[in-house]
């Protein structure tokens, strides 16, 4: 365990929020000390391909947005050997402010799942990668950072609960309760899935945050009842680079929970920056912890 006092990190962080939209909030930064979980590295060759082993099949499908009004394009991760005549859980994997339906894949998500089941590590799990920028133009095109494309990511919550989450039901062999549904991402996908993970306990029992974006809300908003979210939540995992300027929308949530005996995990990465080291180490380990 290491202790960081955050009032350090807070000129850092304000020189970074200036340049960006939405930063302001780094402004009513308290000065609170957090305890970070043990960093325990991955193990060499996790995000490499191994012979011989048995793979998943990645596909792209589509679905109609009764929300945006039109069709949308998802990414779907089966794990090896899927067989219909079984049910799987489902985790949803977000993008960052500059991705799509896509960007997950920089990441190999089907090498790190394909090696993980190699060492019956993670359960058979079916991982769906959604375009989070629920709007007609969602391509991140012109001014990703801009209020009108942020906005995409905030109405994403309606496309996911009302519209792609219903489409996966029917398409593909899943269980359909709250035990057997996770969500993760990455930056504002970290965001979007702390946001809606939390803000929805009735529908998603694991909630991940991999280098949680500006657009995390604050902590009271997250976990408005304490009860409530230890009844419901199983899972809220976190992780960021300490190099990265967004920790402190991590920290904060990390902090309240603690104070407020919540089960909740953030691990501070060595030496990490806002990239896919992070996030791929993020998949890595919460794969193994939820269902
Ligand atoms: C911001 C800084 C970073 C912000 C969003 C991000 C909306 C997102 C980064 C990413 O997804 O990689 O101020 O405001």
């Not at 090498?111 to 991140?140: C, E, F, Q, S, T």
């Amino acid at each position: 365990m290491k202790k960081i006092f955050l009032g350090a990190l807070l000129v850092l962080a304000t020189a970074s929020a200036n340049a960006q939209p939405g930063g302001g909030m780094f402004g009513q930064m308290p000065q609170i000390e957090v305890t970070f979980n043990e960093y325990v590295a991955a193990p060499e060759g996790f995000d490499q391909e191994t012979a011989g082993i048995e793979r998943g099949t990645i596909e792209e499908t589509e679905y109609q947005s009764k929300t945006v009004g039109t069709t949308r394009k998802v990414t779907v991760y089966l794990p090896p050997k899927y067989d219909k005549s079984k049910k799987y859980p489902v985790l949803y994997l977000l993008h960052g402010i500059g991705g799509d339906h896509k960007e997950w894949m920089q990441g190999v998500p089907n090498i790190i799942m394909d090696n993980l089941y190699a060492k019956g590590k993670a359960k058979p799990m079916i991982i769906v990668m959604p375009n989070g920028r629920a709007l007609p133009n969602d391509k991140a095109e012109g001014d990703i950072y801009g209020a009108e494309k942020v906005k995409g990511f905030e109405i994403f919550e309606r496309d996911l609960i009302d519209d792609l989450i219903p489409f996966i039901q029917g398409k593909y062999s899943t269980y359909t309760d709250q035990e057997h549904r996770a969500i993760a991402g990455l930056s504002m996908g970290g965001g979007q899935s702390l946001n809606f993970g939390l803000g929805n306990l009735d529908k998603f029992a694991y909630v991940g945050g991999f280098s949680s974006a500006p657009n995390t809300k604050q902590p009271e908003q997250l976990i408005p009842d304490v009860a409530a979210m230890k009844k419901a939540n199983k899972l809220l995992w976190m992780v960021c680079g300490s190099k990265d300027f967004l920790m402190f929308n991590s920290s904060r949530l990390k902090a309240f929970c603690d104070k407020n005996d919540v089960p909740c995990t953030l691990i501070q990465y060595p030496e990490g920056q806002h990239d896919f080291v992070v996030w791929k180490y993020g998949l890595y380990n919460y794969a193994q912890l939820i269902f």
